[in-house]
């Protein structure tokens, strides 16, 4: 199993990106997929995943900004973030696993400026 994260970049503060993450390889046991961030200096920290009865759930910081969808015809999955804050600033990894991440991708940089 790999996971393919992109997206992210620098953007202003109130400004909005989209995350992806193909994932190649059997798709067997991935029952959650979730995505992480980890900031400098911070531990990582879940910010929203989704199990294959597309239940999801949120880190409190983002709820109401962020939104985990996936495309199963394509094997990703996608994480679309509005009114992006500078706290928002780290890099996000995709993950993958019967419950707790077991497969990850690797990071991508998200960067808002203020």
């Known amino acids: 199993v790999q996971l393919q994260a992109s997206g992210g970049g620098l953007v202003q503060a109130g400004g909005s990106l989209r995350l992806s993450c193909a994932v190649s390889?059997?798709?067997?046991?991935?029952?959650?997929m979730a995505w992480y961030r980890q900031a400098p200096e911070k531990e990582r920290e879940l910010v929203a995943e989704i199990t294959s009865a597309s239940i999801t759930n949120y880190a409190d910081s983002v709820k109401g900004r962020f939104a985990i969808f996936r495309d199963i015809a394509k094997n990703t999955i996608y994480l679309q973030m509005n009114s992006l804050r500078p706290e928002d600033t780290a890099v996000y990894y995709c993950?993958?696993?019967?419950?707790?991440?077991?497969?990850w991708g690797q990071g991508t940089q998200v960067t808002v400026s203020s």
């Open positions: 390889g059997s798709r067997f046991g991935l029952d959650v």
């Open positions: 993950a993958a696993g019967p419950g707790g991440p077991t497969y």
